[in-house]
C-alpha cells in the first residue's frame, strides 16, 4: 500500500475548537482595552492631570467583576485591589521624562501606551470619576508588560 504524500502547500489544517474560542476572547479582551484607553483618551483626557516634570500618570490595572468561575466580586473588593495593583497603564509623561541621559543611557523604559509594572504603593493616588490614576517618578517604573492579566494581581 502507498500512502499518499502531500506536498507543503497541502499540509493539512486541523483547528480546535478551544483553541479558536480562546484565540477570540483574547482579541476581544485586547480590543477591549483599546477601546478603553482611547475613550479615556478622548473623553476623559480633559479632566486627568498634566503630569509635570519627570512624573508619569498611571492608570491602575483594574481586575474584572467576575471570576474564571463565575464569582461576581463585590465593589469594595475591587477598589481594595486597584489601591495596591503594582501594574498599570502609561496615560502621560511629564517633559522631563527619561530626559538624562547619564540615568538612562539606553533610553526611555516605557512610553505612552505601555502595561508597567511598579511597586505596590508607589506615587501619588489621585482619586478620578470612576477610580484613581497614579503620580510616579520615572524611576519607580520596575519592568513593562504587554499584557497584565498574565501578573497574578494580589492586594
Known amino acids: ?14 483547528k480546535h475548537a478551544l483553541a479558536e474560542k480562546y484565540e ?19 473623553k476623559e483626557a480633559s479632566k486627568l492631570p498634566a503630569p509635570t516634570g519627570w512624573r508619569i500618570l498611571i492608570l ?6 467576575r471570576t474564571k468561575g463565575g464569582l461576581y466580586l463585590g465593589q469594595e473588593t475591587l477598589e481594595r485591589q486597584q489601591v495596591g495593583s503594582t501594574c498599570g497603564l502609561v496615560l502621560s509623561m511629564g517633559p522631563d ?17 505601555d502595561w508597567v509594572i ?9 482619586q478620578i470619576d470612576g477610580g484613581e490614576v497614579r503620580l510616579l517618578n520615572d ?9 497584565p492579566e498574565d501578573i497574578l494581581h494580589q492586594y
Request: a positive charge; charged letters at 40%; proline letters at 5%.
Open 139 to 147: 524611576d519607580e517604573v520596575l519592568a513593562k508588560i504587554d499584557n
Open 118 to 126: 511598579f511597586a505596590r504603593y508607589a506615587g501619588s493616588r489621585i
Open 97 to 113: 521624562c527619561y530626559q538624562d541621559k547619564e540615568r538612562y543611557p539606553e533610553g526611555p523604559w516605557c512610553k505612552k501606551g
Open 24 to 42: 477570540k476572547e483574547d482579541q476581544e479582551k485586547h480590543q477591549q482595552e483599546i477601546d478603553g484607553y482611547e475613550r479615556l483618551k478622548t
Open 1 to 14: 500500500m502507498k500512502k499518499e504524500q502531500l506536498s507543503n502547500s497541502e499540509t493539512p489544517k486541523i
Open 60 to 65: 491602575p490595572f483594574k481586575m474584572k467583576e
